[in-house]
């Protein structure tokens, strides 16, 4: 099956600049999240869809970033303005519903670089 | 509320000999655990993972954990290191139902020596 797809692989901006990345996940899968991996850390949790709506989101800087999943397939992540402090890789993972212990799926990650 | 403690950031062993990644974990429910691996410039790939099936868990590359509620810890082993097991290794923790979002911990970094 295919895998989740996230695109670009890599973006580079100046700060104040405003950037979007891009998930498709595995489908059939309803849950889709959204982690940022700073370099040197592991992944944090920054969003979390069921279908097309936020199941989690407590972690989002949301005075700078957001995120829809229209028609519950898709989903796009905006930061505006960026930070020098949001490079990180941002990575895209699906899950299915129903799945107990795993089924999660990441996908490779979109490499940011804020300058 | 869920968190993940490694407690080594960096384990540095020469091949062919033991290692030992080790892991506790803090969690309200019964947790999922799991170890995932990230080659240099790669994805995270799944190690191994805990249900609440055997409490032995064996994964791929020879790599193993073992679940101990009474010490809340999940340490990943190898018998026998190879050059190619050098990476970053995460210890994570989740909800078996539910958000079952999941929680990383910061990571150990394994060097393999010649």
């Known amino acids: 099956e295919a895998g989740v797809a996230q695109s670009p692989r890599y973006k580079i901006i100046e700060k104040r600049q405003s950037v979007a990345f891009w998930c498709n996940p595995i489908?059939?899968?309803?849950?889709l999240y959204w982690y940022q991996q700073i370099l040197g850390q592991g992944p944090k949790l920054l969003i979390q869809f069921q279908n097309n709506g936020v199941v989690d989101d407590s972690q989002l800087p949301k005075d700078r970033f957001s995120a829809e999943r229209l028609k519950g397939v898709d989903s796009t992540l905006k930061i505006q303005p960026a930070k020098l402090e949001d490079s990180a890789v941002y990575l895209c993972a699906s899950s299915p519903v129903t799945v107990q212990g795993h089924g999660y799926t990441f996908g490779s990650g979109t490499r940011l670089t804020v300058v | 509320a869920q968190s993940v403690t490694q407690l080594d950031s960096h384990v540095s062993v020469s091949e062919g000999t033991p290692v030992l990644l080790r892991c506790n974990y803090s969690?309200?429910?019964?947790?999922?655990l799991f170890w995932y691996v990230q080659h240099p410039n790669k994805g995270l790939q799944l190690l191994l993972k805990?249900?609440?099936?055997?409490?032995l868990v064996k994964g791929i590359n020879g790599f193993e954990a073992e679940f101990k509620k009474s010490e809340t810890s999940f340490h990943l082993t190898k018998p026998s290191a190879h050059m190619s097991d050098a990476a970053e290794y995460f210890c994570?923790?989740?909800?078996?139902?539910?958000?079952?979002?999941?929680?990383f911990g910061s990571g150990t970094r394994l060097q393999v020596q010649p």
């Open positions: 489908s059939g899968h309803a849950t």
């Open positions: 969690s309200s429910y019964s947790p999922s």
């Open positions: 805990y249900t609440s099936a055997a409490t």
């Open positions: 994570v923790v989740s909800e078996r139902t539910g958000r079952r979002a999941l929680t």
